[in-house]
T-cell receptor
Framework: NAGVTQTPKFRVLKTGQSMTLLCAQD?????MYWYRQDPGMGLRLIHY???????AKGEVPDGYNVSRLKKQNFLLGLESAAPSQTSVYFC?????????????FGEGSRLTVL | GENVGLHLPTLSVQEGDNSIINCAYS??????FIWYKQESGKGPQFIID?????DKRQGQRVTVLLNKTVKHLSLQIAATQPGDSAVYFC????????????FGSGTQLTVLP
């Protein structure tokens, strides 16, 4: 099994451009998450989903949108990229959302906004 | 404010020695704690967890200790190996929900030959 797969792994954008990060998991997990990781800081939750067709805001949702049209996929969109969104983005999934900290992470997508 | 932090940003140990990585939390309502390992260029990987009704939990070569009195968490790695070199994050939840995980800023562990 591949686990959690993120595409693309690297991307460079100009300010104002849009893009979508794709996350796919093959573990039949209900919960999926998007985090960003900045130097010297821990992971911060952007958006999450508790099941197909549902999404919810995390700690830092501004400037991002998400969709969960299929259970195995969770998309993160930037409609108008800003330099402050330069970061490494991690997708994760978990079998349930309660009483477990065992998230399965992808390998990350490094985004640079010029 | 509520935060999860680490006492030391970097830690170097000799191969074969034991490692201790520390973490402080400030929210007394936190009831579930997790340690993650992140190797360079990879996503975080779950190591071990502990609930607030426990003060110690052991895994394979790792032990997590929880001191609720001083709001302190530690990860002990026995017989540290080169493959243990990574950034280690502690994380907490309030209310037991994975979607409310708050991560610390991490400690870089370097294993010296």
């Amino acid at each position: 099994n591949a686990g959690v797969t993120q595409t693309p792994k690297f991307r460079v954008l100009k300010t104002g451009q849009s893009m979508t990060l794709l996350c796919a998991q093959d573990m039949n997990h209900e919960y999926m998450y998007w985090y960003r990781q900045d130097p010297g800081m821990g992971l911060r939750l952007i958006h999450y989903s508790v099941g197909e067709g549902t999404t919810a805001k995390g700690e830092v949702p501004d400037g991002y949108n998400v969709s969960r049209l299929k259970k195995q996929n969770f998309l993160l969109g930037l409609e108008s990229a800003a330099p402050s969104q330069t970061s490494v983005y991690f997708c994760a999934s978990s079998a349930s959302g309660g009483n477990t900290g065992e998230l399965f992470f992808g390998e990350g997508s490094r985004l640079t906004v010029l | 404010g509520e935060n999860v932090g680490l006492h030391l940003p970097t830690l170097s140990v000799q191969e074969g020695d034991n490692s201790i990585i520390n973490c402080a939390y400030s929210n007394s309502a936190s009831d579930y704690f997790i340690w993650y390992k992140q190797e360079s260029g990879k996503g975080p990987q779950f190591i071990i967890d502990i609930r607030s009704n426990m003060d110690k939990r052991q895994g394979q070569r790792v032990t997590v200790l929880l001191n609720k009195t001083v709001k302190h968490l530690s990860l002990q790695i026995a017989a540290t190996q080169p493959g243990d070199s990574a950034v280690y994050f502690c994380a907490e939840t309030r209310g037991g929900s994975a979607r409310q995980l708050t991560f610390g800023s991490g400690t870089q562990l370097t294993v010296l030959p």
